[in-house]
């Protein structure tokens, strides 16, 4: 597959040699973004039909099944539907503000996967700080949701921006310290370092001496993507949908396009960070990892995360949503608690040189 | 003009244009917005300097948190226009009277005698395994460490500090017990009580 690529590459440099060389680099970098931001938005597209289906069959329903066999083609007929309505605006809202909202919202949820390494040497780039990058774009999100609110000129908006505003603030310091324990192993911020350092079977994956961390992460994931049960910034039952009140047809769905991506996001930085990345879980199995060599590293990262994709969908179905004042809690005296006191267990496993991990 | 000389000037002149735009603003949110186009652009800048950990700490702090906070607290505020602008004439000599020194002293601070080519070179391009964040880091753990302690203590004084003075005994209001609340069982609040019911021969 790289060896394919790197003759892609050099094609494109042949074929336009009139062309400066930058211009073919930015080309090639075009190709490359396409190449991730088509599929995601196809999978975006289809795990909101895998939610209904989940969902349904846990609730014991069905979920759609009308549109194409077994309901394939729901998500299209969606996408369609949401395409055609109308966009309403909302009277004394603030029209540039309001259409700037969502793009703010999706804009950081794709801008994020440029760092994100789904096999040896296949990402957009190779920064050096890919992880405070993901977290530095990914806190931008929270502007889509708080300039929603505040544009609409609508009290319940105003209310789930609010929320908004201070769940996702507290939250993100919640990940930064968790992340701070994976730096302290892997020694480097850079998410591809951090993948090569758990070479080596399940053993090696970071998620056994960081397993409070990594449900943590995964429990701040739910609320930075304002999954359910953490949810209160759309809470159709306190404040009717919160933040998107006010939006209709396709401004509406850029805001869902930007929450699912984000999701896949976290599902995928779990994996990154905790559970190996594209290493496979047969590694050090002899047999095994011979019978597997050919399976490629991105069919791991992507079979991993799927798993955690379908964790949140678990979770969704099962509790019922928090009331507000307790996430903050859960945030402030319960996690951020934990994950202190987690740095200094990581630090002294280090000076003990516990496990493989820490040699 | 080579490539990375025009993607300077045209960050350098989203840099100014925003700044300008954030205080010539009339609506206080648009302001905090274009502060943060400001700010997107002098980490732009800072990426071209190949000093991409202040640009993504810039990012990170500044945009991801603090102009978080300005925009929710501009969202609470009721801010009245007119009382601002009454006083605008009254405040007008003070105000140019700063705003001359601060100008004097950036151009003392900040003149070609300071930075200029000959007393700092351009910096010098690194390769591709050059790490910013290494680099910062062995400064600020080796020759700077403790003045870098220092300053996190003075910090964490600050914080103690701010809470301390906001967080008062509360007595005007009743509050939840969120913990009491949580660690509630049914047996806390329903009585099973067995009682035998009387039979007809005892009514």
């Known amino acids: 597959m790289m060896a394919l690529w790197q003759s892609f590459v050099l094609g494109v440099h042949e074929l336009i040699p009139w062309l400066d060389g930058n211009v073919a680099t930015i080309i090639i970098i075009l190709i490359k973004a396409m190449a991730l931001i088509m599929p995601l938005l196809l999978t975006v597209a289809y795990f909101t039909y895998i939610e209904r289906k989940v969902i349904g069959y846990m609730q014991l329903r069905i979920g759609p099944n009308r549109v194409g066999p077994k309901g394939w083609l729901q998500p299209i007929a969606d996408a369609l539907k949401l395409m055609t309505k109308e966009i309403i605006f909302p009277s004394k809202a603030n029209i540039y503000l309001f259409l700037l909202a969502p793009i703010l919202a999706i804009a950081p949820a794709i801008a994020v996967w440029a760092v994100i390494p789904f096999d040896e040497g296949i990402y957009i780039t190779n920064l050096d700080v890919s992880l405070l990058y993901v977290l530095a774009i990914g806190s931008i999100g929270v502007y889509g949701i708080i300039l929603a609110g505040w544009a609409s000129n609508s009290k319940y908006p105003l209310l789930g921006a609010l929320r908004s505003a201070s769940l996702l603030v507290s939250y993100e310091i919640v990940i930064g310290f968790a992340l701070v324990t994976v730096v302290m192993i892997a020694g480097s ?151 202190i006191v987690w740095i200094f267990v990581v630090a002294l496993m280090t000076q003990l040189q516990i496990g493989p991990w820490f040699s | ?144 460490v403790y003045p870098f302690e220092l300053a996190a203590v003075i910090l964490l004084i600050a914080i103690i500090a701010a809470i301390t003075l906001v967080h008062k005994k509360e007595t005007t209001h009743k509050k939840q017990n969120v913990s009491e609340q949580v660690n509630v069982r049914a047996k806390d609040r329903v009585r099973l009580v067995s009682i035998v019911s009387p039979t007809k021969e005892e009514k």
Do not use: C
Request: proline share 3%; charged share 10%; aromatic share 16%.
């Open chain 1, 189 to 339: 911020v850079n998410l591809n370092t951090i993948v090569a350092g758990q070479q080596g079977g399940v053993i090696n994956w970071y998620f056994i001496p960081l397993f409070p961390m990594m449900i943590i992460f995964f429990i701040s994931a739910l609320v930075e993507t304002n999954r359910a049960p953490f949810d209160v910034v759309e809470g159709e039952s306190e404040i009717v949908g919160g933040t998107h009140v006010e939006y209709s047809g396709m401004t509406f769905a850029v805001f869902f396009l930007a929450e699912y991506a984000n999701m896949i996001l976290m599902a995928v930085l779990a994996v990154i960070l905790f559970f190996g990345g594209w290493h496979s879980p047969f590694e050090g199995l002899g047999m095994l990892e011979a019978a597997f060599a050919w399976v490629p590293g991105i069919v791991w990262v992507l079979a991993k995360s799927t798993f955690f994709m379908f964790l949140y969908l678990w979770v969704r179905a099962t509790f019922p949503r928090f009331r507000y004042d307790q996430i903050m809690r859960l945030s402030w005296k319960v996690f951020l608690p934990i994950t």
């Open chain 2, 1 to 144: 003009m080579s490539s990375e000389q025009i993607i300077f000037y045209i960050l350098s002149f989203w840099f100014i244009a925003s700044s300008l735009a954030m205080i010539f603003a009339r609506n206080a949110a648009k302001a905090v917005l274009f502060l943060v186009l400001g700010f997107f652009s002098a980490a732009s800048i800072w990426i071209l300097l190949e000093a991409e950990f202040l640009a993504i700490t810039l990012i990170l702090v500044y945009v991801g948190a603090v102009m978080v906070l300005f925009l929710f607290v501009i969202k609470m505020l009721n801010i009245d226009k007119s009382t601002m602008r009454a006083k605008f004439a009254e405040y007008l000599p003070l105000g140019l009277i700063v705003a001359l020194i601060i100008i004097a002293e950036m151009i003392l601070v900040l003149g070609s005698a300071q930075f200029g080519l000959e007393v700092m070179p351009s910096p010098a391009r690194h390769g591709a395994d050059y790490s910013n964040i290494t680099v910062l880091a062995m400064q600020l753990y080796t020759t700077y």
